[in-house]
């Protein structure tokens, strides 16, 4: 059965370190000399760094890089910004597609001008009274996501912190 190399240098050690504290003892009480020659060794003294105890550079939290607009809080409000701006971008696109793509697809299947909603051609019902709906969806979308976004944001600046 193979060992780990690892743990067997660790136990090691322990074994080595046991056994030695078992001889030194067994030395102990034949040679009453050495355990006075042993208290008099100098103690072990725990080194820390210099350094623990020297003041720490306050961290100032995001929203005051943001407020005093340094580069760090440019940084953070362009990319908001910039995440607003591509969900404004992709909302617009959509929408804009909805109102040239159903004009276009009017001209190009000429058979939609027959078909008949409510005694309305479907074309005028279409573009008059069902656009509206789709504007105040994707309108509702919009929003409910760009809050998304700022809680996020918010959610970044205080982890930040």
């Known amino acids: 059965m193979s060992r780990d190399p690892g743990a067997r240098e660790e136990a090691e050690p322990r074994r080595w370190i046991t056994d ?10 034949k040679e009453p000399d050495r355990s006075r020659r042993e208290s008099e060794r ?13 003041p720490r550079h306050p ?17 953070y409000m ?17 929408l804009g597609c909805v109102v040239v793509g159903l004009p276009l697809l009017f001209l190009l299947v000429p058979e939609l001008h ?11 019902a279409v573009l008059a009274g069902l656009i509206y709906p789709a504007f105040v969806i994707g309108a509702w979308l919009y929003v409910r996501q760009a809050e ?14």
Not at 78 to 94: G, K
Not at 148 to 161: C, G, W
Request: glycine content about 2%; hydrophobic content about 35%; proline content about 6%.
């Open 42 to 54: 100098p103690r072990r003294e725990v080194v820390t760094s210099p350094r623990t105890m020297a």
């Open 148 to 161: 998304r976004n700022e809680r996020h944001f918010a959610e970044l600046v205080d982890r930040a912190r």
């Open 59 to 75: 961290r100032y939290p995001v929203t005051r890089e943001i407020d005093e607009q340094t580069r760090l809080g440019e940084i």
């Open 20 to 29: 030695r504290s078992r001889k030194d003892a067994e030395r102990s009480r």
């Open 114 to 124: 027959a078909v008949r909603l409510l005694g309305i051609p479907l074309p005028w």
């Open 78 to 94: 362009h990319s908001l910004v910039r995440t607003q701006f591509r969900l404004a971008l992709f909302v617009c696109t959509v």
